[in-house]
């Protein structure tokens, strides 16, 4: 089993929409969460972290299930600009490698 | 800009061939990453460096990967007698952290091609 899943997509919305994302993770004693986003050809970039309370970023918000090791992203009111693969990330305790899930695309269309 | 610099931006070799993949990270980010990642995957763990030291080199995939950070600045990525299935984005990150794990810079990448 891979250490973060994923569901790969595509996701495609209209313009407007709400959409969810979620990701599972094996490792119980992972410590640190991420959403990062990557964009067609160029680099992962960080979106949000991801606490423990969940959070809110005007249109996302993250939210974790520890117990259930769940994460999730929801966008509200979709751009065309939101289209990009979503990489959900978790660390582990200690110095470590930040580990990737394969990402979720997402398409808003017109 | 002072962001990551990855050098260089596009690769092609031939298979065989030795490469060396640079990367400059942000100045003063005590911790670098490389990650390699191919198409529809997500980005795969390499090889960390706190410092001048390799903390975690788990993820090489085998003897013919290496790499060094010696003034604990710029690292270099070397892969040996290149294989087709070498080819990928090779990402590399640097991030400030101290014990805990904070965010990380991203370069552009090198896209690296084996023929």
């Known amino acids: 089993r891979k250490e973060v899943e994923q569901d790969p997509g595509p996701f495609n919305v209209p313009e407007g929409a709400t959409v969810a994302f979620n990701c599972t993770y094996s490792n119980s004693a992972s410590q640190s969460f991420f959403w990062y986003r990557q964009d067609c050809r160029k680099e992962p970039k960080l979106l949000m972290s991801?606490?423990?309370s969940g959070n809110e970023d005007g249109r996302f918000t993250a939210q974790l299930n520890r117990a259930s090791q769940y994460i999730s992203l929801l966008i509200r009111d979709s751009k065309l600009s939101d289209s990009a693969t979503y990489l959900c990330v978790v660390s582990r305790p200690g110095n470590t490698p930040l580990v990737f899930g394969k990402g979720t695309r997402l398409s808003v269309i017109a | 800009g002072a962001g990551v610099s990855q050098t260089p931006s596009n690769k092609v070799t031939e298979k065989g061939k030795y490469v060396e993949l640079r990367c400059d990270p942000i100045?003063?980010?005590?911790?670098l990453y490389w990650y390699r990642q191919s198409l529809g995957q997500g980005p795969e763990f390499l090889i960390y460096f706190q410092g001048t030291g390799a903390a975690d080199d788990s993820g090489l995939p085998n003897d013919r990967f290496f790499a060094v950070r010696p003034e604990g600045s710029v690292s270099t990525l070397k892969i040996q007698r290149t294989e087709r299935g070498d080819s990928a984005v090779y990402l590399c990150?640097?991030?400030?952290?101290?014990?805990?794990?904070?965010?990380?810079?991203f370069g552009q990448g090198t896209r690296l091609t084996v023929v």
């Open positions: 990150a640097s991030s400030p952290n101290r014990g805990r794990l904070t965010e990380a810079f």
């Open positions: 991801v606490y423990s």
């Open positions: 100045s003063g980010h005590t911790a």
